[in-house]
């Protein structure tokens, strides 16, 4: 079977970072032969299934041409360990929750893990590829654990962080900014980072694929999503400001944004980043600047995650201050629970912790969202009885006091508002935390209307 195809590459971890990318892999590279292994029997049962276990938009066509092609799905690790030239690790790396560096730093449990278990299966040496974000010099540990065999056999860890977006994973995927892959810069680190720099050069060009040592590679990954969660941060603050002086956060940005130098892109105001990375990779490096001692660093880059709570906690407050300074037994409906447009994460979403606080507030919930309602159900199963989940956004809406829009999805830019408004208990009310409706046409139809780094527009005295 194997003979076919010039390599075996295996991902362990088939999750929205894992399968996407190596169904991409299999796609464009039809001479490897790709499999995705994880430990939960489940996930991999849908991902051989017509439900795959994420929604990406066109990753089901990806999968439908190559699945039993040359991409695999399995649960059957060892063998495949034993199988792979290339073993690709996108295992999660949640922020601690216990010991030294809880709140702060990764752990790295299923990576070391992972780690010693390809170690145990291997009979041949291998390369090892991390595809899960991790701290700074990871990879000398996972180097020192692998290498410290007695059975001749070598393994040289390289770092190929993925910079896919959930949403447009696919279209990153094909058409990516930039490919990094990190190595020792040894004799068999360099030809281990040429074997998988010859995977990408399939479609990615060459200009586009860029060499490093491990650690740049690394800190590269966590340096990016510093960026660009710095740049909502940012803008975010400026809303609080704008909130105040009766400025408009979007003039601002587009103003600012015009100059090249700063760009327009990443500058939409919002009630915060959410995702799996942006503040568990910023609490990382938080952590590891402590660790070396430079405090000041630590504290710069930790603001950017406190202003992410603050701006969350700034919408909360304002809702609760325009609807007269009580939510209780008043009915919200909550447009959009996903963290983002186009997925049906919910990961870190703000939508959880605003969801959360109305609930303190005593308010009851009516959560609409085209893809994410079941990852809401799990994240709030403890709010029984409190909380309905309405696909139907007109459903949600009927009978509400106020409607929060917590998700940029398309569709709730252009919904019949004069219908929704006729539905609702009135005085009537609009949050909209993400700056994508009309705003002066809801008002014009009797909204009182709350954008984000906008002066409110209200017809109550
Ligand atoms: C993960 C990490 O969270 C992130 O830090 C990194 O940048 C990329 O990999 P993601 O793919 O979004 O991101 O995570 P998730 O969807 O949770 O997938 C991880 C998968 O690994 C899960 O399916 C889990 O079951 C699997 N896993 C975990 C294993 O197969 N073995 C383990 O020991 C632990
Ligand atoms: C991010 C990075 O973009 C990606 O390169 C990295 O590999 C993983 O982390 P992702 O979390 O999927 O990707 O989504 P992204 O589009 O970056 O959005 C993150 C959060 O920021 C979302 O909650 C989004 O709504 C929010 N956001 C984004 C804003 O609030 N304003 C913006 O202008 C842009």
Not at 404 to 420: G, H, N, P, R, S
């Amino acid at each position: 079977m194997t003979e076919d195809f010039k390599q075996n590459l295996l991902c362990i971890g088939a999750g929205y970072v894992g399968g996407p990318t190596m169904a991409m892999i299999a796609y464009k590279c039809p001479h490897y032969r790709v499999t995705l292994v994880d430990i939960n029997a489940r996930r991999i049962d849908e991902w051989n299934s017509d439900r795959l276990p994420i929604y990406e938009p066109g990753l089901d066509e990806i999968v439908k041409a190559v699945r039993g092609k040359n991409l695999f799905f399995s649960t059957d690790i060892e063998n495949n360990i034993r199988e792979a030239d290339i073993i690709f690790v996108s295992v999660n790396t949640p922020t601690k929750t216990f010991g030294v560096g809880a709140g702060m730093a990764a752990d790295l449990q299923y990576w070391e893990k992972t780690a010693r278990q390809i170690l145990a299966c291997s009979d041949s040496s291998k390369i090892v590829v991390e595809k899960s974000t991790l701290p700074v010099r990871t990879a000398l540990a996972m180097e020192r654990i692998l290498n410290s065999n007695n059975r001749h056999l070598h393994f040289d860890v390289l770092s190929n962080p993925e910079f896919l977006a959930e949403g447009t994973a696919i279209n990153d995927l094909l058409k990516p900014d930039r490919v990094l892959v990190g190595s020792r810069l040894t004799d068999s680190g360099i030809a281990a980072r040429q074997q998988v720099v010859d995977i990408y050069a399939n479609w990615v060009p060459m200009e586009r694929i860029v060499t490093s040592d491990v650690w740049s590679s690394e800190l590269s990954k966590l340096v990016s999503n510093v960026f660009l969660s710095q740049r909502i941060s940012t803008i975010n603050a400026i809303s609080a400001i704008c909130e105040k002086s009766e400025a408009d956060v979007a003039n601002v940005a587009r103003a600012a944004g015009m100059d090249p130098r700063i760009g327009s892109r990443y500058l939409n105001a919002s009630i915060g980043f959410g995702g799996s990375c942006f503040k568990k990779d910023i609490l990382n490096l938080v952590y590891i600047s402590k660790s070396y001692g430079l405090d000041e660093v630590a504290d710069y880059l930790h603001s950017i995650v406190r202003i992410n709570a603050y701006q969350k906690e700034r919408f909360v407050e304002n809702m609760l201050q325009a609807m007269f300074n009580t939510l209780a037994g008043k009915r919200i409906g909550i447009f959009g629970f996903a963290f983002k447009a186009n997925t049906g994460d919910t990961r870190e979403s703000p939508a959880i912790y605003i969801a959360r606080r109305l609930l303190e507030e005593q308010a009851d919930l009516v959560i609409s969202d085209p893809k994410a309602l079941g990852n809401a159900r799990n994240d709030l199963a403890d709010a029984d009885g409190r909380v309905a989940y309405v696909e139907d956004p007109y459903q949600a809406a009927s009978g509400c006091h106020a409607i929060a829009v917590l998700t940029e999805w398309d569709q709730y830019k252009t919904l019949d508002y004069e219908k929704i408004f006729a539905g609702m208990v009135k005085p009537a009310f609009i949050f909209d935390g993400r700056n994508i409706i009309d705003h002066q046409h809801c008002f014009d139809i009797g909204f009182n209307v709350y954008p984000i780094g906008k002066p409110p527009l209200t017809h109550l005295e």
